[in-house]
T-cell receptor, first 117, second 114 residues
Framework: GAVVSQHPSWVICKSGTSVKIECRSLDFQATTMFWYRQFPKQSLMLMATSNEGSKATYEQGVEKDKFLINHASLTLSTLTVTSAHPEDSSFYIC?????????????FGPGTRLTVL | AQSVSQHNHHVILSEAASLELGCNYSYGGTVNLFWYVQYPGQHLQLLLKYFSGDPLVKGIKGFEAEFIKSKFSFNLRKPSVQWSDTAEYFCAVNANTGFQKLVFGTGTRLLVSP
């Protein structure tokens, strides 16, 4: 099956700093990637849709200036949490969509746990 | 807006017991439906999906789900669970746009005791 990686798997940072999370599709190209956020004991919430070569589409209530998304290549999307605060602490998960004719499928990364002190 | 409800937050079963996890969604139009599984320490994996056709869909590892349109439900079933089925299960839906913009339920944590 297709593999999606995320780096780092966990990160601890001080309040006010910025953190970059990478999402890579290792064995397929993905024009579309998605970024989700998961709070403890809650579901995955879609934050934004990342499109290669164009601006990301953010869900309602997600601050685009806070969560910067760059999808510069067909295998890499990055999420930068700018000026992070403790309330940004969460589990961030990306997925990459593999297009195979009419059978498209999202493959998920293992997630990145962000802790902001 | 679409929403997905999973009524069972925690389920504990003994091996060989039958499993049924509930999933209801709210959306008036045509939907695509999914079940994902997350084993401890691993990433989400697709168990099965329904786009159209036979409302009873079979997935990997002996799982199946039935789409009942009149009840807005897509319950997951397995006749006989194994210890290795211990995981968290997520139901997801989107508005007939393939795999894009999935809306997830809150998940059901299944513990199978040997």
């Amino acid at each position: 099956g297709a593999v999606v990686s995320q780096h780092p798997s966990w990160v601890i940072c001080k309040s006010g700093t910025s953190v970059k999370i990478e999402c890579r599709s290792l064995d397929f190209q993905a024009t579309t990637m998605f970024w989700y956020r998961q709070f403890p004991k809650q579901s995955l919430m879609l934050m934004a849709t990342s499109n290669e070569g164009s601006k990301a589409t953010y869900e309602q209530g997600v601050e685009k200036d806070k969560f910067l998304i760059n999808h510069a290549s067909l295998t890499l999307s990055t999420l930068t949490v700018t000026s992070a605060h403790p309330e940004d602490s969460s589990f961030y998960i990306c997925s990459a969509m593999r297009v195979a004719g009419e059978d498209n499928e999202q493959f998920f990364g293992p997630g990145t746990r962000l802790t902001v002190l | 807006a679409q929403s997905v409800s999973q009524h069972n937050h925690h389920v504990i079963l003994s091996e060989a017991a039958s499993l049924e996890l509930g999933c209801n969604y709210s959306y008036g139009g045509t939907v695509n439906l999914f079940w994902y599984v997350q084993y401890p320490g691993q990433h989400l994996q697709l168990l099965l999906k329904y786009f159209s056709g036979d409302p009873l869909v079979k997935g990997i590892k002996g799982f199946e789900a039935e789409f009942i349109k009149s009840k807005f439900s897509f319950n997951l079933r397995k006749p006989s669970v194994q210890w290795s089925d211990t995981a968290e299960y997520f139901c997801a839906v989107n508005a007939n746009t393939g795999f894009q913009k999935l809306v997830f339920g809150t998940g059901t944590r299944l513990l199978v005791s040997p």
